[in-house]
């Protein structure tokens, strides 16, 4: 059974750092794009980074400059570093891992909440 798991959210003033983690089966890991999500109260879930199985990242416009994803594959984790956090960043962050064609695993998330 494939397991994704996030760890790392918390409470931090605006300004601050925070890094996720988010650990993966190694039976996929290798071959996964690995995904960071965040979901805020009334909002729909929105992507905040990806990285491919070969390492090559993406990042939402809103976080480019500040967040930086990377992955580790001697240990099957992916991490966000997310620096000079806002207010408007809080929400649950989610990993997900895809295995092509379809495959999707979602993690159970973590709270990051920035006070002002």
């Known amino acids: 059974q494939v397991q994704v798991v996030e760890s790392g959210g918390g409470l931090v003033q605006a300004g601050g750092s925070l890094r996720l983690s988010c650990s993966a089966s190694?039976?996929?890991?290798?071959?996964?794009?690995m995904g960071w999500y965040r979901q805020a109260p009334g909002n729909e879930r929105e992507l905040v980074a990806t990285?491919?199985?070969?390492?090559?990242?993406n990042y939402a416009n809103s976080v480019k400059g500040r967040f930086t994803i990377s992955r580790d594959y001697a240990r099957s984790t992916v991490y966000l570093q997310m620096n000079s956090l806002k207010p408007e960043d809080t929400a649950v962050y989610y990993c997900r891992a895809t295995v092509a064609p379809s495959s999707t695993y979602w993690g159970q998330g973590t709270q990051v909440t920035v006070s002002s």
């Open positions: 990285i491919t199985y070969r390492g090559t990242p």
């Open positions: 190694r039976s996929i890991f290798g071959i996964a794009t």
